[in-house]
């Protein structure tokens, strides 16, 4: 039998909660430490619709990058949000635990996974404390053509978006950074061909084209969906009688043509 307490203590271990930046709310969100895991489920962010799978599953753990809440809770109602998803949560007794940033700097996070989908050589992190983004080299030159459609085959699907896009441009550089990764425009213009994130807002835009780089923005969800792809690989190892489900969630984000 695995009680909630092993899966969190061997988490920790692997993705230290000391890793999280300050603001973070990393580590185990609902749940009693004594309860027993059977079945673990994989999801993004807690929504209605993942509790809703999770309980048809019979998942007892749900391993989430994003936390239920940051800001903290001061009630538990179910009219107001996350408080409700708490309360569903604990009505059904679901755990769920988040590796968030602590995950972002680690190799098992989602930006290592999109480096090695890519092949990239000659790593070296965005920003050396904490470690955030990856810069490397393709191991072959492609065009941004080539390597946008490679992405769209790697990546789970979002709304994704282009900046100083030129199909036929040779891309040798690049740099990488799930979820929102605006912030670092400074740091890789004028390092890299490309640059691969998220979240990218309309000054962040137009302060790139300034900057002369071309921008890659894969979506929130695109770029951090398959963070548990390595994680299932070091829970399966340490925990062979566990199970393991990939719960259903989308985009929140929809492109509409009229």
């Known amino acids: ?3 909630l307490k092993e899966v969190t203590a061997f988490l920790e271990s692997e993705v230290p909660l000391d890793l999280q930046d300050s603001w973070d709310n990393s580590g185990l969100q609902v749940g009693w430490e004594e309860q027993e895991v059977k079945v673990v489920g994989f999801a993004l962010s807690i929504t209605r619709s993942v509790i809703k799978r999770a309980l048809k599953e ?3 753990l749900i391993v989430t990058h994003h936390p239920v809440t940051i800001s903290g809770v001061k009630s538990l109602v179910p009219f107001k949000y996350p408080h409700g998803l708490l309360l569903e949560l604990a009505r059904g007794g679901i755990a769920v635990y988040s590796l968030h940033t602590n995950l972002d700097v680690s190799p098992l996070g989602p930006t290592a996974i999109i480096a090695d989908e890519l092949g990239l050589l000659d790593r070296a992190p965005i920003v050396p404390s904490p470690p955030y983004g990856v810069l490397g080299s393709l191991p072959t030159v492609l065009s941004q053509g080539e390597l946008f459609q490679k992405l769209c085959e790697i990546l789970e699907e979002d709304v994704f978006r282009v900046v100083g896009f030129s199909s036929l441009e040779k891309v040798k550089k690049v740099a990488v950074c799930s979820g929102s990764g605006a912030s670092f425009i400074d740091y890789v213009a004028g390092k890299v061909d490309v ?6 807002k ?3 835009a137009l ?3 300034d900057l002369g780089l071309t921008v890659f923005d894969m979506g929130h969800f695109g770029t951090e969906r398959l963070f548990y792809r390595k994680l299932k690989g070091v829970l399966a190892k340490a925990f062979p009688s566990l199970k393991f489900k990939l719960l259903h969630e ?3 984000f929809e492109v509409v043509r009229p």
Do not use: E, L
Not at 195 to 200: F, H, M, N, S
């Open 1 to 3: 039998m695995v009680k």
């Open 58 to 60: 019979g998942v007892d």
């Open 195 to 200: 640059y691969i994130t998220g979240d990218v």
């Open 202 to 204: 309309y000054h962040d």
């Open 207 to 209: 302060k790139a084209v």
């Open 250 to 252: 989308k985009s929140p």
